[in-house]
């Protein structure tokens, strides 16, 4: 199945794009963090970020499907 894979900051530098489509298997979000994470070597744990699916905020747990769209967003600071 194919997903799109939405990138930011750090790692959108990481993977020199913004974003990417992505063929799969049935596997949860934090699996598809961490099979990005080692193709691109980004630095975050998931523990660090949260993750979003079809442009709702979703659970580390909650099954990747085709056609998704996932976005990993890392936390935001101000001052």
Known sequence: MRV????FASLRDAAACASEIVEVEPMPLSELYESLKARHGF?????????ARNDAFADWGAD????????????VSGG
Request: proline fraction near 8%; aromatic fraction near 8%; charged fraction near 20%.
């Open 4 to 7: 799109t894979v939405l990138y």
């Open 43 to 51: 630095a975050l744990p998931s523990s660090r970020l949260r993750v």
């Open 64 to 75: 990747v499907e085709d056609g998704d769209t996932i976005a990993f967003i890392l936390p």
